[in-house]
């Protein structure tokens, strides 16, 4: 990191998918923030990345990690996140990298530590908190309130995925519960604090991953309903329940643009945030943000909230009965 040079926030990016071309989408819009370097497993991957961005195609993790770069945004698949993180935060890199952080919370304890001895910034890519509709009704509770959240019910099945996709892979970490319930994770989380009991059941159809999970998960102040899943389609709302009233994220809640308050006492506010560019750039705004201050944790997606979510995908697994590699 250069230290000096603190309005320009140099990225290097590994591994140049799905996610990483939104990542870029997202960058543009994002004032002294650019690509600089890129990695992925294969050459022509990343070829055609830095062809369409700009920025200088690595040959190999070490000189990505040896470019002049403040930051390393990962958007590998989860089984290599824990063990790329660890090598960008030993090259003195802050980190951004893409949920879940790891496979399981026996792989982010060192991530995390590391980050914590190094002085550097680890925050995982969980991009809701950061949407304008989010911070907007968050805002928009604190003068008019529903009273404490708690119930939260949302969910998330898709019907989109080709056969190929990484999230049927259970080599590469995938799974509903792994590829699509950290969203859910962190809602439940945020609205409801810390999970103390969870009862979770998931069905494989014949994969080696779970195609469907449901969880209820109990809370410090409140109980959730959460699903995820690859063969259904679902509808993608969430519902946040309080004795003043309810809130409706509609759908896709997870890319927040719109959410309806409905009070006890009749009145329906209605609330319209659109997001731009994917919606990446407002995590990535507050990354740099981070980074300009000299912080080391993002107040809102807290080292102790990456642990919570990844414990509660742990525990959800655990249930159905789905183990990685060396667990
Ligand atoms: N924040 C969001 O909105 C959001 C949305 C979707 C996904 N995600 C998350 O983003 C991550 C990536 O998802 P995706 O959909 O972008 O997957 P993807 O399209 O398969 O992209 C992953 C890329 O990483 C490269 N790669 C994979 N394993 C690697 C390794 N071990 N070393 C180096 N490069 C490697 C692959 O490139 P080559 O093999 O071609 O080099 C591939 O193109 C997942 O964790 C997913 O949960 C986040």
Redesign the pocket.
Known sequence: MNHELSTMVKFGI???????H?FMQGLKQVDDASLVTAW???PE??KQFVDQYGGKACNSLDELLGSDIDAVYI???????SAYSIAALKAGKHVLC???AAVNLAQLEPVLHLAKTKGLLFME?M?PPFYPLYKRLKEYLMVDPIGAAGYVRAGSAVMDCPPEH?NYSYD?VGGSIM?IAPYEAFLALDWLGPMTDIQAMGRFSGKQIDMFSIFQTQHKEGYAQLYCGFDLHGKGDALISGPLGHITIHKNWWNPAKATIDYVDGRLVELDEPYVAGG?NYEIEHFCELIRNGKTESPIITHELSRQMIAMLEEARKQVGLKFEGE
């Open positions: 590994i591994g140049c998918g799905r996610i990483s939104r992925s497993r294969r991957t990343v958007a590998t698949l989860p089984d290599s996140h893409e949920k879940p890519g991009k990484p590469l590829q990446l």
